[in-house]
């Protein structure tokens, strides 16, 4: 048996920077339990590595969803990090932190607590950005975010020709300009990838109070009435019960949280007496309320070499070897190199539209792995970013070690085909214009406009895909059918919190790593009050709020 004041279920991005914002308090024990090891870290650190670590069951959880009949039976992989770091450990290293209207639309929604004044604090603590500054940027903080040490000549193509179609420049996009078009940047320390477990727990490993484990797959957690008091857990093959004195905080994720919820009685309770699982809490919007970006990847043919003809085995060896001495060239940058947030049509209320260009291209090669081959491509990402469908999550059975089901359902609601389809004129314009259109040869499937709308919404069903930022799951809200109250304290329970991307009320402009990274640095300040004396929140009280 271990014991610990407050115990953390997770060390992805927002388990990493709660815990070790928790920890900082010397008379707070704090442990944290990931089920993924610790090994083999080294992998991870080389950004362009992540062609080996994604779908790959060392580092990541590799879900398959279901078939989803609004993009015709479509299913896919759905990679979720699982290893030191969670997905900041595979991902694709974009650091960009949504619009400070995200924040607004979420306190409006009754997230009191959570605006843009409430979050902007919490994003310049976490990191060390290349130019801070007084009012938006950070200087001291763990997380590292540098600007690209490596650029491809169509990166910057691409910017001209999205300010050629109208696109405002942003000097920032995690500056005062949110919308607009500009260079990305990433979570990487000198050429490194930059995990929320390098860059939050591992400086921290060394405090008395602070306890790690990795290889430990939390399998339900116990309750004493409605309090949380502990869990039940797996190590190795040896069961391994925890004691948590003062709670529990699930930094799972946007699928294992619901998940573990639900394998410990929190959730829809018909359903989970129909897997022999005893109620604890009736609570039917766990697992709901799923919410994915959609979008494309287009695969564009260009006429001057792209950086896929840098993956020959000697031009490769020539990266690596530049990388191991002096940090830097195209193994060290993140995926995208630039990005915008823009409006689909000049009507729309705020920026509804993602790109992200990747000076690359890949195919699916032999026995379904992906490859880069020798031809010059590049791929536009084009996605929406406030989707009014929902998917959900659906527990199987019992075990904890078998899958939860997912359902995707992308293209559910109208609203966002539209999005998506103005999003696929917005490709074929940029295709058109300004020195990136110059430099294109195709639009690999894409259908010409001439074709129609017809074609246009055939091709959106069947190319749409998921973009690796699912959210929701356990929708924070003051209404009582949330999961957790704005404090992130699941509603109806006491020590029990949530605190990863389930929490989302709403989508945001933006990849979602640096605010699952907010929402743990956040959250730590919400619990550490709530564990100040004279700071009990009794069941009834949430109750009644509600
Ligand atoms: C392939 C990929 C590419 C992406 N690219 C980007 C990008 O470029 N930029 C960006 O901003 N966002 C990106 N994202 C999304 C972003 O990384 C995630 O939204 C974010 O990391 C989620 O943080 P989290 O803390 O909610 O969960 P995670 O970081 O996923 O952490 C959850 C942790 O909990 C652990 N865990 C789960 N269940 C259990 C259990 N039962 N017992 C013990 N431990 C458990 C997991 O192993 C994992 O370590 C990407 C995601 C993926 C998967």
Redesign the pocket.
């Known amino acids: 048996m271990v014991e610990a004041d407050i115990v953390v279920?997770?060390?992805?991005?927002?388990?990493c920077a709660l815990a070790a914002h928790l920890s900082a308090d010397p008379g707070l024990r704090v442990l944290v339990?990931?089920?993924?090891r610790r090994n083999r870290l080294g992998i991870t650190r080389l950004p362009a590595a992540l062609l080996r670590t994604?779908g790959n069951p060392r580092y990541d959880w590799a879900y398959q969803s279901e078939p989803d009949p609004t993009r015709g039976g479509q299913a896919e992989l759905w990679?979720?990090?699982?290893?030191l770091g969670?997905?900041?450990a595979?991902?694709?290293?974009?650091?960009?932190r949504g619009a400070a209207a995200d924040y607004d639309a979420w306190e409006a929604m009754g997230c009191t607590g959570w605006g843009w004044r409430d979050v902007l604090p919490a994003f310049r603590r976490l990191e060390t950005a290349d130019a801070p500054d007084a009012t938006h940027r950070g200087g001291a903080g763990p997380q590292r975010v540098s600007a690209l040490r490596w650029r491809h000549r169509l990166a910057a193509d691409f910017i001209e020709s999205g300010v050629a179609c109208g696109i405002p420049r942003s000097a920032d996009l995690n500056g005062p300009q949110h919308e607009g078009i500009g260079w990305n940047q990433g979570s990487i320390r000198e050429g490194r990838r930059h995990s929320a477990y390098d860059a939050f727990l591992a400086p921290v490993l060394g405090r008395p109070n602070l306890t790690v484990l990795d290889d430990?797959?939390?399998e339900r957690l116990r309750f004493d009435g409605r309090r949380g008091t502990g869990l039940a857990a797996r190590r190795g093959g040896a069961a391994l019960e925890v004691v948590a004195r003062r709670g529990v905080v699930l930094?799972?994720?946007?699928i294992?949280t619901p998940q573990?919820l639900m394998l410990s009685g929190i959730g829809e309770a018909a359903a989970l007496r129909r897997l022999g699982i005893a109620p604890v809490l009736d609570c039917p919007e766990v697992g709901r309320n799923l919410m994915e970006h959609p979008g494309l990847y287009v695969q564009a043919e260009m006429a001057a070499p792209t950086a896929n003809r840098e993956t020959t085995p000697l031009r490769a060896a020539y990266h690596l070897a530049r990388w191991l001495v002096r940090h830097d060239g195209p193994v060290s940058v993140?995926?995208a190199q630039a990005l915008a947030f823009f409006r689909s049509t000049p009507e729309a209320a705020e920026p509804d539209l993602q790109f992200h260009i990747f000076p690359y291209g890949s195919t699916i090669g032999r026995g379904g792995k992906r490859v880069i081959p020798r031809r010059n491509l590049a791929t536009i990402l084009m996605n929406a970013n406030f989707p009014r469908s929902r998917g959900w999550l659906e527990l199987r059975s019992a075990d904890p070690v078998a899958p939860i089901a997912i359902h995707p359902r992308l293209l559910e609601h109208e609203d966002d085909v539209a999005v998506l389809l103005h999003g696929l004129d917005w490709v074929r314009r940029m295709a058109g214009t300004g020195p990136f259109g110059a430099g294109l040869h195709s639009l690999i499937g894409v259908p010409a406009a001439a074709a129609g709308r017809g074609a246009d919404l055939a091709y959106l069903r069947e190319a749409t895909r998921p973009f690796?930022?699912p959210a929701g799951t356990c929708r924070m809200g003051a209404d009582a059918a949330a999961v957790v109250a704005p404090d992130l304290a699941v509603q109806g329970m006491e020590g029990l919190w949530v605190a990863?991307?389930s929490v989302f009320p709403r989508h945001i402009a933006g990849?979602?790593?640096?605010t699952?990274l907010m929402i743990g640095e956040r959250g730590a300040e919400l619990i550490a009050a709530a564990l100040r004396p004279g700071a009990a929140r009794p069941v009834e009280t949430v109750l009644e709020a509600t």
């Open positions: 279920v997770g060390a992805g991005s927002a388990g339990l990931e089920a993924g994604i990679p979720r990090g699982k290893t969670g997905s900041s595979i991902n694709g290293m974009i650091y960009v430990v797959l939390v930094t799972a994720g946007a294992n573990l993140p995926t690796y930022h990863d991307v990849n979602t790593n640096a699952a």
